[in-house]
């Protein structure tokens, strides 16, 4: 839903009320969209789920709520939760009666102002510079690195107006924040870093991803890999009939803007008994995938013709083989530079692909993994037959290492 | 017993326990001889009736001390609801701001008040014979012995500690010192 109005000077009790009824008023998109392109994006208006009077049956209830999940309302909380607020007074948080919140939320609102203040002169100060001839500001370098420390201190204005709204907050704890105003991507990120990039961070550590696939690597977006609707936490050893089917990836960025990823999944351990060490294979890969803030879901399976270089292939690990590590990478592409995937279709093969060489020759750079293990089991030879690939029937065994002779020794010693 | 000050409804049992001259139980509510205690000074468990369900009757001395020592010294955990925390949160943040701009403005007094006594101190230092502020420019030898007089004047440290013993020249705080008062100290 739409819902752009005039901006009045002073953000109101209305305008609150707006915002926790999940629409976002046009004054604040205003100042706080880093593009008037993002101001237009609104978020889908989200009206409290009408939970039915007490008396109506559970089954009833839950007629109800698949109801609104088909239309795409989320339901928040529980039911007795619901239904404790549907009976409470209907009076908005902003407004609860309570003198020492309200003092709060005075001086809050304050300190939001002068913030937006900052910005707007910040704003001016940058349009002033950008207009100014570099020879006057101090030459070229001068003026970008002056520039670039402006947008920067700029972009810290914009989430410091912010993270004191409690609304915010409670939207985001909610999951309903709008990935295109920076305060959500704020909060988002420090989420993210604050626990499930310490463990991806130690699983790739631990599984040698950094340095056997690439040689050094800094997660700046959260992958989550999902077989069936089901994700896997990172490292996992996932049956072989899971990962028969393509996974889907929610990749999240933390940074505005829509990009080009090149998407590679890669088993590092492929056994090479001639050689006796491991190869690399390359279960999946595509190129020129766009990518954004609020487009996180990336479904392998269905992904256009024209990105896939090299379809899904069911990871296997054979009979006897230890565990083989399959990385899911997310490479950002320079901007606006196109991979040219029927090139790469010609010179690309599964079996011995290089991921370094790749990003070397791509200009690519790494931003988000993911991880998980494949073993043999019971399911592994029927993924196999049903994918044409050969070699269910091998079996890998331990050399067997020949005894030395045994050499009798003379027993007059150990009398 | 610190524990004890905490909870006052608990000092009748400890009280119980002095060597009293009064009934340790009132007649009121008389219990039966077997199941309280029958010797205060006795510091063996007394041998007591089961009761009914099986547990034996704990001595009520036994129950305070385990009171007192399982009772957390700490309270327990707030537990707010939703709302409820958010609203602590936002007052907490708009305290927090509060401070900070608070201890700002102190921070820029204090610099503001320590840059006019700089300038203060300059001016004097700039001061020429004549008594005007001397400069490089002003032609007729103002640079002379009296430049500079008054700031060398405000400048002395001699004698700042005379009268008061320097031994007392310690922060001005609420509690004593730690070595008390010297009283054997002379001059």
Not at chain 1, 140 to 163: F, Q, W
């Amino acid at each position: 839903m739409c819902h752009l109005r005039a901006a009045s000077p002073t953000p109101s009790f209305e305008e609150h009320a707006d915002i926790q009824a999940g629409r976002e008023t046009a004054s604040d998109m205003f100042y706080l969209s880093a593009t008037p392109q993002e101001a237009q994006v609104q978020q889908s208006a989200s009206p409290a789920p009408s939970s039915p009077p007490p008396h109506i049956s559970i089954r009833a209830l839950r007629s109800e709520e698949k109801r609104l999940g088909k239309k795409g309302v989320p339901i928040v909380g529980s039911r007795r939760r619901r239904a404790a607020l549907k009976t409470s007074s209907q009076i908005p948080f902003e407004q609860l009666p309570y003198q020492c919140f309200q003092e709060a939320r005075k001086i809050l609102q304050a300190d939001r102002e002068e913030k937006i203040h900052q910005i707007e002169v910040q704003r001016a100060r940058i349009a002033r510079l950008e207009a100014q001839d570099a020879a006057v500001s101090g030459g070229e370098l001068y003026k970008k690195n002056r520039l670039d420390s402006m947008r920067r201190h700029l972009e810290e204005l914009k989430i410091l107006a912010d993270i004191n709204d409690p609304l915010i907050k409670k939207r985001f704890e909610d999951g309903l924040g709008n990935m295109n105003r920076p305060i959500y991507r704020y909060l988002a990120d420090r989420k993210w870093r604050q626990y499930k990039r310490l463990i991806l961070d130690q699983r790739i550590t631990q599984h040698n991803i950094v340095p056997d696939v690439l040689p050094n690597m800094d997660p700046v977006a959260d992958v989550d890999v999902a077989f069936s609707q089901r994700i896997v936490q990172p490292g996992d050893v996932v049956e072989s009939r899971r990962t028969e089917k393509p996974p889907t990836l929610r990749v999240q960025v933390f940074d505005k803007g829509e990009r080009l990823v090149t998407v590679a999944v890669i088993d590092s351990d492929v056994p090479n008994v001639e050689k006796d060490a491991f190869d690399f294979r390359c279960h999946f890969l595509a190129c020129n995938v766009p990518l954004s803030p609020v487009t996180p879901s990336m479904p392998l399976g269905t992904m256009p013709k024209e990105n896939v270089v090299l379809p899904w292939q069911p990871p296997f690990a054979q009979k006897g083989a230890p565990w083989q590590r399959m990385s899911v990478f997310i490479l950002q592409q320079r901007e606006g530079k196109i991979v040219d995937v029927a090139a790469v279709k010609e010179n690309t093969e599964r079996h011995g692909f290089v991921l370094r060489s790749f990003v070397d020759r791509h200009l690519l750079k790494p931003v988000g993994v993911g991880l998980f293990r494949s073993k043999w089991d019971e399911w592994t030879e029927g993924v196999m037959k049903r994918a044409d690939i050969e070699g269910a029937d091998i079996e890998f065994k331990r050399k067997k290492i020949e005894p030395l002779p045994y050499k009798k020794k003379d027993g007059a010693r150990y009398r | 017993m610190r524990t004890s000050a905490i909870i006052p409804a608990f000092r009748p049992t400890f009280r119980c326990l002095s060597r009293r001259t009064t009934p340790l139980l009132s007649p009121a509510r008389p219990i039966h001889p077997r199941s309280s205690q029958t010797a205060l000074f006795s510091t063996t468990a007394p041998l007591l009736k089961r009761s009914k369900k099986g547990e034996q009757k704990k001595d009520i001395r036994i129950t305070a001390i385990q009171y007192h020592l399982r009772h957390p010294l700490n309270p327990r955990p707030l537990r707010l609801s939703r709302l409820r925390a958010l609203r602590h949160w936002t007052i907490h943040r708009a305290w927090q701001l509060h401070k900070a701009a608070s201890r700002r403005a102190h921070e820029l007094e204090l610099e503001r008040q320590y840059n006019s006594m700089r300038d203060a101190c300059e001016a004097l230092r700039l001061i020429g014979d004549d008594g005007m502020p001397a400069s490089a420019g002003t032609p007729g030898g103002t640079m002379g012995k009296e430049l500079g007089r008054l700031y060398r004047v405000a400048m002395e440290k001699k004698g700042v500690w005379a009268g008061v013993p320097i031994e007392y020249a310690r922060m001005q705080v609420d509690y004593p010192s730690r070595e008390g008062w010297n009283h054997g100290w002379t001059r």
